[in-house]
């Protein structure tokens, strides 16, 4: 059975307002401009409601009238549109290599986005805190209160923030959430450390043109790791763990596991066994090596590639079976590789399941998925119907 994310409806106890603030933010967010009259008849709320709502929200700058419509007989409406000029939020991906800021305001337009290469001994708390505060800067010198800060990280994230195992990072049992708050000594901004993979799905089910209610978000960008949004929103499994894909082995002790067989390292590695190893710190340019090598059909490298893709397939079956997902995005690095990858994942997905209907496709957020999932998940709160603070 394929389910829908249900839009906010009209509530009758204690925080109806608040609950109808929602409904109003996700109809203008879900539908576009729109009149007061749409708003309410689309809702079911009444146009006084509405009224009322709708005027409490240009208050906080949260919605603005652009103009007047004149699609209707009668008198034109003034229409509503999201405000995203006053309030904004910041992701932090962290990665083997680098460390991205990205920025966006409420409405979603990209404030900014600023990518840092860190080598392991500069990649620790101090470095995210110091990239965060200028980032902060920046986006406050524009006028916008920021309202959060989230950290995206590769591996065991806990709710509370801590890391508990990084293997791309070399990172085990680090409060980096009480680290990089403690540093930037903010009390009114929020901030929270999550997993790269589940961000980059919040990242790619709001802003990657795939609103399907069941998502699974595949990165190769550090490891092997699914990114899952169920009936909308995001799954967090116990303790904040999900989506570990590459640590599946099926076999006698010594069997290779996922990562070692789809991994986007042991493919660059096939694919290109002349490349400096030393290279491989950075794995955007051997990525983008074996692209071009794929492309004038180098037979060494279409093989490493349908290697690659077929235990990819045999990934995505056990996502399929346990989760029947309606849509499979391949992220970060194998999105780059995808025309060559998805062929040969479609076929061992079919071998390995009788559900059928999961789609795989590419993603087109490029490298920093997992910090614009980090900056939405803070402003998606507001959605809800929790308004900031006035602004001062």
């Known amino acids: 059975m394929t389910t829908t994310r249900a839009e906010p409806q009209p509530a009758d106890f204690a925080d109806v307002r608040t609950t109808n603030l929602a409904v109003v933010l996700r109809h203008l967010r879900t539908h576009g401009p729109s009149s007061r009259a749409a708003i309410a008849a689309s809702t079911g709320l009444t146009k006084a409601t509405v009224s009322s709502l709708t005027g409490d929200l240009i208050g906080h700058r949260l919605l603005r009238e652009t103009g007047l419509s004149g699609n209707r007989i009668g008198r034109p409406a003034t229409v509503l549109a999201l405000d995203g000029s006053a309030y904004a939020s910041i992701g932090i991906q962290v990665g083997p290599d680098r460390l991205t800021a990205l920025a966006v305001d409420y409405s979603g337009d990209q404030l900014l986005l600023w990518h840092r290469a860190v080598d392991r001994a500069a990649r620790n708390a101090?470095?995210?805190?110091?990239?965060?505060?200028?980032?902060?800067?920046?986006?406050?010198?524009?006028?916008?209160?920021?309202?959060?800060?989230?950290?995206?990280?590769?591996?065991?994230?806990?709710?509370?923030?801590?890391?508990?195992?990084?293997?791309?990072?070399?990172?085990?049992?680090?409060?980096?959430?009480?680290?990089?708050?403690?540093?930037?000594?903010?009390?009114?901004?929020?901030v929270s450390v999550a997993n790269h993979a589940a961000l980059a799905a919040v990242?790619?089910?709001?802003?990657?043109?795939?609103?399907?209610?069941?998502?699974?978000?595949?990165?190769?960008a550090a490891g092997l790791e699914a990114g899952l949004i169920v009936d909308g929103r995001p799954l967090r499994g116990g303790r904040g763990y999900t989506g570990q894909?590459?640590?599946?082995?099926?076999?006698?002790?010594?069997?290779?596991?996922?990562?070692?067989?789809?991994?986007?390292?042991?493919?660059?590695?096939?694919?290109?066994?002349d490349f400096d190893p030393e290279a491989l710190a950075d794995l955007g340019p051997a990525v983008e090596q074996v692209a071009v090598?794929?492309?004038?059909?180098?037979?060494?490298?279409?093989?490493?590639?349908?290697?690659?893709?077929?235990?990819?397939?045999?990934?995505m079956a056990l996502l399929v079976n346990l989760l029947s997902p309606e849509v499979i995005v391949l992220g970060d690095h194998f999105a780059t590789l995808a025309e060559w990858l998805i062929p040969a994942a479609e076929a061992e997905l079919n071998r390995h399941t009788s559900i059928r209907g999961t789609r795989i496709t590419a993603s087109g957020l490029g490298l920093h998925a997992a910090a614009l999932g980090g900056a939405v998940s803070h402003l998606d709160q507001v959605d809800t119907g929790r308004i900031p603070r006035p602004l001062g």
């Open 126 to 190: 101090s470095a995210i805190t110091a990239l965060a505060q200028r980032a902060a800067g920046r986006v406050r010198q524009q006028g916008r209160h920021v309202l959060g800060l989230t950290v995206a990280v590769p591996g065991l994230v806990e709710e509370n923030g801590t890391v508990r195992l990084s293997p791309a990072l070399g990172w085990s049992g680090l409060d980096l959430r009480a680290q990089v708050a403690g540093s930037l000594r903010s009390g009114d901004l929020a």
């Open 203 to 220: 990242a790619e089910h709001r802003h990657g043109g795939h609103p399907e209610a069941t998502l699974a978000y595949v990165s190769g």
């Open 245 to 273: 894909l590459g640590r599946f082995t099926l076999g006698p002790a010594g069997t290779p596991s996922l990562q070692d067989n789809a991994g986007i390292e042991p493919l660059v590695r096939r694919a290109l066994p």
């Open 293 to 315: 090598r794929a492309r004038a059909g180098d037979p060494g490298v279409l093989a490493a590639l349908r290697h690659t893709g077929s235990y990819l397939g045999q990934g």
